[in-house]
């Protein structure tokens, strides 16, 4: 249902833009906040205004945020495994192949349509009924998400995200191996103007910052004959983010010159090793619990498919 709140600005409101200060009360973005403003929704003395309004102290401002309106997706009777679940927010465990919410070329079949067939509605975000989302996996990439469950916890955790206090820990196998055992990837990602699907290392792009450290490596023959030589082929890393960009380690492990074991968008031109989707997974998520600050710390097994690749490099069945 709508609501509606009025208060008299404070010396703490003046100098402050309208929209700025809407988005603060409703806990909104600036964005939702200002379209707020444009819609009439809010009122200053009475009247409506722009959202480049600068507010006076003594302004009295009148706010109604609409009834939330349902997001397109729609439940769907989808098996999802929950690894923990409270009042609060659950943490999911996603196979690979099932897209985090719907989006052109998949509309149904997502983890939102499963969520909001086994949870019911779940907290919205600016105004807009979803799932909980709080960050996502991309389609192909397998592991552990949380999902907020209620309003309080959608807040605190999209904070914790902003402020870098959520810990993902990520196990991905790459073609060949890293020159440095240990090193981070400092490199800001933006849109590939060459393809709408991909994106890429691009100087005007948003800061991204990855940290790898190399825990196994795996010996291919030598194509030749003439050299009985042994050398390096594959490398599986333990990966984590201080950013949270689209695509971040693919983008950022085919930058360095090794891509995803089976990533057909950033290592297209790679043998076939027998795996169907990119080689990653998130293995590990660890966070304070957004009510009650009780650190939490969760793991998850590798898909089949991954533990088959690692098993098959391990025993030498390379490409």
Known sequence: MSRRFDFVAGQEDAGRRIDVIVSGRCDRSRSAGGKLVRDGFVLVNGASVKPSHMVSVGERISVTTP?????????????VHLVYEDADLCVV?????????PAP??????????????????????GVLRAGIVHRLDKNTSGLLVVAKSD??????SA?????AVRRRYDAVVWGVPALAIASVDAPIGRDPRSRVKFAVRDKGRAALTHYRTVETFIAPQETRSSPKRTPSFARLEITLETGRTHQIRVHCASIGHPIVGDDVYGSSRPSTGMH??????????????I??????FSSPWAADFAGLVDRLRRGLLP
């Open 67 to 79: 009834q939330p309106t349902l997001a397109s997706a729609q439940p769907e009777d989808i098996p």
């Open 93 to 101: 465990d996603k196979p690979a192949g099932m897209a985090t919410h």
């Open 105 to 126: 070329g998949s509309a149904h079949g997502t983890l939102v349509n499963a969520l909001l067939a086994a949870l019911g509605p779940l907290p919205s975000i600016n």
């Open 152 to 157: 309080a916890a959608m807040r605190a955790l």
């Open 160 to 164: 914790a995200m902003a402020a870098r």
């Open 277 to 290: 989707r990119q080689a990653l997974h998130a293995s590990l998520l660890a966070f304070s619990h957004p």
């Open 292 to 297: 009650s600050g009780v650190a939490m710390s």
